[in-house]
């Protein structure tokens, strides 16, 4: 049985990887942080609760990670533990970069002093790119980081290839577009948005309060996007992929895709921070500007190539556009109503 050991265990990739890679037969050890509580709501979402070994692994703590991998002794790391939202990394660059960029560092550095060959995998991201430098943007696309969140995720990336270069690690990194699922986390756009318009369609809300309406992302499937990882890392050689739809979308037509799976058409009046989407029928005012969701520097476009992927891993991303809306929107109004209920998750 292959071992493999996951970062980032409480959050949604660590939740569809494990369940993906204990379908493979592998023995899963997920490393949490210590906090008071061990969420682990989104394991149980999938079922796989039960069948984590958990070992406690801090991203700021050197140490820590070198017990944890002495501990576990796994043929495969997956680093998906990070201070990932880009929003917070504005307020808290420092503690951004310490956990997202040096905290790679050292688990690399970790794997170099107790085995260097334990495969090793990134969870880069589309960030990179940020004010992008071509479109589709593909391995070969100049990276141009528009928060502290993607300098730190840039970081990450060439450290990962620099010890792969430097040392022979078998370290792969995972250029990830944005991808989603009923597990992202509430403070990621499209989440907010399916969570609020469920919440709407029962009653316990009015209206949804967003920033930038027409960033436009590409926007895939969690539970596809984990597979690419794992394929990464059963290749003959270490390398670095770009994974992604090849499609992308406002912000705005994700909002207008998500009322429609309720039965709401959207209709936009006004302009800048005064633009409302009301519901067509009634005329209700379903969708406002807050200005306080706006970013010192946006990222006003992404849209990634993933042919390499395509080609060397045969990875194929299935699931649309309007089918993510629909799969979260469908979700969240099963979990609001279970909350309205009192019983949450
Ligand atoms: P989440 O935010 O859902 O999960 C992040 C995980 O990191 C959580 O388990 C969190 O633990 C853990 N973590 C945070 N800080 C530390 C720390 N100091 N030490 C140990 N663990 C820590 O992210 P996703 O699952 O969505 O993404 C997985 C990875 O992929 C992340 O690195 C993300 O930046 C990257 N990525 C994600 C993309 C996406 O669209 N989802 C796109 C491209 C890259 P806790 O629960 O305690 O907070
Ligand atoms: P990101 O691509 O990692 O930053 O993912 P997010 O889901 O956080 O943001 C995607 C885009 O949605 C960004 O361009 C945001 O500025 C935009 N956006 C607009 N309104 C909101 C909001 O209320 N919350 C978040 N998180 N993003 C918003």
Redesign the pocket.
């Known amino acids: 049985m292959k071992r493999a050991l996951i ?8 939740a569809y990887l494990s369940k993906f890679l204990l379908e493979k037969g592998y023995d899963v050890y997920g ?3 210590r ?1 008071a509580d061990l ?1 682990v709501n ?1 394991l149980r979402f999938l079922g796989v609760e039960d069948r984590i070994h958990f070992v406690p ?4 703590e050197y140490s820590n990670i070198c017990k944890a991998i002495e501990k576990v002794r796994p043929e495969e790391i997956y ?7 880009v929003s917070l990394s504005f307020e808290e660059p420092v503690f951004t970069s310490e ?2 960029a040096i ?1 790679t560092l050292r688990v690399l550095e970790a794997i170099r002093a107790i085995n260097s060959r334990i495969k090793f995998y990134q ?5 990179m790119f940020g004010k992008v430098q071509a479109k589709p943007q593909n391995e070969a696309t100049s990276f141009y980081p528009r928060s502290p ?1 993607a300098v730190s ?1 840039l970081f990450g990336h060439w450290i990962s290839v620099n010890y792969r270069e430097s040392y022979g690690l078998f370290a792969c990194s995972g250029i ?5 699922s009923p ?3 509430l403070e ?1 756009v499209t989440r907010k948005i399916t969570y609020s318009v469920a919440r709407i369609k029962l009653g316990l809300q009015d209206e949804l309060k967003l920033g930038q309406l027409d960033s436009k992302r590409d926007w895939g499937y ?1 539970a596809e996007y984990v597979q690419a990882m794992w394929l990464m890392l059963q290749q003959e050689k270490p390398d670095d992929y770009v994974i992604a739809t090849g499609e992308t979308h406002s912000v705005r037509e994700f909002v207008e895709a998500a009322f429609e799976q309720i039965g709401i058409k959207l209709e936009w009046s006004g302009k800048g921070v005064e633009e409302k989407g009301r519901d067509a029928k009634t005329g209700k005012t379903l969708v406002s500007i807050d200005p306080q969701y706006f970013r010192p520097a946006e990222v006003d476009l992404l849209m990634g190539d993933a042919s390499k992927a395509k080609k060397a891993l045969g990875w194929n991303p299935k699931t649309t556009f309007k089918d993510l809306v629909g799969i979260m929107v469908e979700s969240d109004l099963k979990l609001v109503e279970r909350e309205k209920k009192g019983k949450g998750l």
């Open positions: 970062t980032g265990i409480t959050g949604q990739d660590g490393a949490f942080r906090t969420n989104k692994l801090e991203l700021l680093n998906l533990a990070a201070q990932s939202f956990v997202t905290g969870a880069s991201s589309s960030e969140y995720k990830l577009f944005n991808h989603e597990l992202r986390g990621f969690a």
